[in-house]
């Protein structure tokens, strides 16, 4: 249905010219995506837009730098590891928040211990769970424990720990069941900018906050105004952004960047994101389809999918191969492993000495992006192994897999955007339900890496881990998505791969 | 006639009640909503508290009954997503679609009742084909493909259509067109049969005797008799639009139901689906339960059926 209208609209384009854009006079960026927001709270609105509206109206004690890949100074200047389960961080001074309160040490423990507080009922667990306390040395310095050494903890203190008021949720109202409601509480945040109005469902503004702090990590913002809408439709976006309505979007589908950027009306930018492509294999033959026990049967696949040829003609031109089980930009990635290359001669002789000389069929599981796993059974037809397509929704095909009732399934990650091997390579190899090997050595070399602090040590045993994986084909790494950007000709944006639009940077040109 | 309405309330209410079944079995079907509610990386224990809290770990039939229980009582739950009481949500925006709905009504009777008259008046003339032909256009073309090439030519080639949105009574134009042009068909035909029936019957053939003005006796003497079975059918379509403006709410950015239920599909939000499912059935019953009266009351026939 979505091509079809993204064809039709394509074919529209074509045979009409397109009008110019309007201009930045109202200091008003405007963009828009598919999702309500219905709750302008960082932690009670688990939802990319929140995310990106999180690091405007709030901050994170640290801000991970894209290109440097480092952790910036945001609300802590500095910070000192104690061993691997404790961290100390000096606060930033005269930052105050909307309503015009200082920061200080008691936010930070105020946050903390209402995160921690399972009574509170904060959905996302896996982004604080990590946390055990923090406390107060003095008014600006602050000691955060873990509960066990966590690899990931810098990333969720960037991009998802952002730091509220002492007493912020006190003033929750009373729900109709007699618990507090943490989502009435109006938004208070020291970020860049604070919001103005705001409709469950509809729209969010915000506007600039004067008193920001200088010398952050996030500058100092530009932009007078920033508001969202939610515009369901991917042609009503880019119809909105063409006659002014909207200044930026993201997620237009290829075709439609294609023909934008041709017009010329509207700035068109494709960037990669943290999101991968892989093929998990049934290694132990749980889905009664044997063929993939068998390492040569693996292999041939690996050589039979043109994975060039999906990520230039179908996904980007900012996408790549990859040949490891982690996104190349992530920390600990490494494609210092075994690489198989595009060579279907190859495969037909590795099916023939696995003995599948006439090949064998199978079906063949995805969710996301139909034409991409077609090309993936084009490619496999041609050496041949014919695989039976079966598309379904995401929450069914996952239960299926932790079933193991696929003997092949086409899949995708996102690693939440934090850019570690951790949140990716350890979530499907440290043992559990999607890890499709379950290899104890795999799982103790990721353990190391885990757990330690000393980024050296860690890049090792990541390295011995991502080495067993792409050796014993636990998996095919495909490619990494991409993602189109449309914006106004006025407006000066960077992307950037974590798919976190900083609109706090941008400005007008 | 007071056993033929009683018979015909106990059918609309099995009905809503399958509706709801059906619906609420469906959406299981595709798979487990703690997995949507949790995100990609939720972990399994997160996902076993989301079960848990809102009652998924229970067997569906059991989910089924304590939701049915609720609602007769007129608690239709709590949205998973929008952390508001689903009744309010949906009260909230309900006007908003019956907006669409009723000029989307209008505008589909204004168009298929004169070109219905015109087409009785010249049956199987050119004149009569052409005012077919305009009305099933409107069935034959797919809605958003209409809506999207309104919105190419109206909005960003001349500019004189907002894209989307509610805020003025001309954000409404596009919309309702999209959305009442697929209707007129039926109300065109309806109304071309009844005038033609009528402008053959004997007053008509009596007043043009006595020489009534040929305005006067099409749509004073004719077409007010003709346009009775149009009312219930309108009623019927009133009902279809409300349901059937998802798509067009969903192109236009309409913050109505239409979109609400849309939006609460993607993301599993349950409760809320299982409330505009029933709402909207009902609206649906109701409004044909209203012409199924209609209809018996002018024809005694029906009745005994």
Not at chain 2, 160 to 187: E, N, Q, R
Request: proline content about 5%.
């Amino acid at each position: 249905m979505k091509s079809v209208k993204t064809s039709v609209l394509f074919a529209l384009f074509a045979m009409t010219a397109l009008p110019a854009i309007a201009d930045k006079s109202d200091d008003t960026l405007n963009w828009a995506t598919d999702k309500e927001v219905a709750v302008v709270d960082p932690y009670f609105s688990v939802t990319r837009e929140l995310i990106v509206m999180g690091q405007m109206g709030w901050d994170g004690l640290v801000l991970y730098n894209n290109e440097t890949r480092e952790f910036d100074p945001l609300l802590a200047t500095s910070w000192k590891w104690d061993g691997n389960t404790a961290v100390e961080f000096k606060l930033r001074e005269g930052v105050v928040f909307h309503d015009g309160s200082a920061f200080t040490a008691d936010d930070v423990i105020y946050t903390v211990d209402f995160l921690v507080n399972e009574a509170n009922g904060v959905p996302a667990k896996s982004i604080y769970n990590w946390m055990k306390k923090a406390t107060k040395i003095d008014d600006l310095t602050v000691r955060i424990e873990l509960n066990a050494p966590t690899a990931t903890a810098f990333n969720y203190l960037s991009n998802e720990i952002m730091i509220m008021p002492e007493g912020h949720y006190d003033k929750a109202s009373e729900g109709a069941d007699g618990k507090k409601d943490f989502t009435t509480v109006t938004p208070n945040g020291t970020g860049p900018y604070k919001v103005s109005e705001s409709k469950p469902g509809d729209f969010v503004k915000w506007e600039i906050n004067d008193a920001y702090f200088e010398g952050g990590a996030k500058g100092t913002p530009q932009i007078g105004n920033v508001n969202f809408r939610t515009i369901a439709e991917s042609n009503t976006q880019l119809a909105e952004l063409l006659t002014g309505g909207l200044d930026w979007a993201w997620d237009v589908p290829q075709e439609q960047a294609i023909r934008l950027d041709e017009s010329g009306k509207v700035t068109v930018t494709n960037e990669k994101t943290m999101r991968i492509s892989y093929i998990a294999f049934d290694i132990d033959g749980s889905s009664n389809t044997d063929a993939f026990t068998n390492k040569l049967v693996r292999q041939a696949m690996a050589h039979a999918i043109n994975r060039e040829a999906i990520a230039t003609e179908l996904v980007g031109p900012a996408s790549v191969v990859i040949h490891s089980a982690c996104h190349p930009d992530q920390f600990g990635c490494t494609e210092d492993v075994t690489q198989y290359e595009y060579d279907p001669q190859k495969a037909k002789a590795l099916l023939a000495e696995a003995g599948y000389p006439d090949g064998f069929e199978f079906d063949f599981y995805g969710y996301r992006q139909r034409e991409f796993s077609e090309a993936v059974i084009g490619d496999l037809a041609a050496v041949g192994i014919r695989a039976n397509l079966n598309w379904m929704q995401y929450r069914a095909l996952l239960a299926e897999v932790h079933a193991g009732k696929t003997p092949i399934n086409h899949m995708t990650w996102g690693s939440g955007s934090i850019p570690d091997v951790a949140a990716i390579t350890s979530h499907f190899f440290k043992g559990g339900p999607d890890d499709p090997a379950n290899d104890p050595l795999t799982a103790a070399a990721i353990e190391r890496g885990d757990t330690s602090v000393d980024p050296a040590e860690r890049e090792v045993a990541y390295a011995e881990a991502l080495g067993i994986i792409s050796e014993e084909l636990y998996w095919l790494p495909m490619f990494t998505y991409t993602k189109y950007y449309a914006f106004s000709n006025d407006l000066n944006f960077v992307p950037t791969p974590d798919e976190i639009p900083r609109f706090y940077s941008a400005s007008w040109k | 006639m007071l056993a033929y309405l009683f018979k015909r309330l106990i059918s609309a209410l099995l009905v809503a009640l399958t509706v709801s079944a059906i619906t609420f079995s469906m959406t299981f079907l595709t798979g487990d909503p703690a997995i949507t509610l949790g995100g990609e990386t939720a972990t399994q224990e997160d996902l076993a508290t989301i079960r848990e809290f809102y009652g998924y770990d229970k067997p569906i039939p059991v989910q089924f009954f304590n939701w049915l229980g609720n609602a007769v009582q007129g608690d239709l739950g709590h949205s998973h997503y929008l952390n508001q009481p689903v009744a309010t949500e949906i009260f909230t925006r309900l006007p908003t679609t019956m907006t669409l709905g009723f000029c989307a009504l209008l505008f589909a009777l204004v168009l298929a009742i004169p070109l219905g008259v015109v087409a009785a008046i010249r049956p199987n003339s050119l004149l009569d084909r052409i005012a077919l032909g305009v009305a099933v256009v409107g069935q034959a073309m797919p809605s958003f493909w209409f809506a999207l090439t309104m919105m190419l030519w109206f909005s960003i080639n001349w500019g004189i259509l907002p894209v989307s949105g509610t805020d003025t009574w001309a954000h409404f134009v596009m919309p309702s067109i999209a959305l009442g042009y697929y209707i007129t068909p039926g109300v065109m035909r309806l109304t071309r049969a009844g005038m033609l029936e009528v402008l053959q019957s004997d007053y008509i053939r009596t007043a043009r005797a006595k020489g009534v003005s040929r305005f006067s006796l099409l749509f004073k003497h004719a077409l007010r008799n003709a346009i009775i079975p149009v009312v219930s059918l309108a009623a019927v379509q009133f009902g279809f639009m409300l349901g059937g403006s998802i798509v067009i709410e969903t192109i236009f950015a309409i913050n109505g139901l239409g979109f609400l239920a849309w939006e609460s599909i993607q993301r599993a939000d349950l409760p809320m689906m299982q409330a505009i499912v029933l709402i909207l059935s009902l609206f649906y019953i109701m409004l044909t339960y209203f012409a199924d009266a209609m209809n018996a009351w002018l024809d005694p026939r029906i009745r005994v059926a």
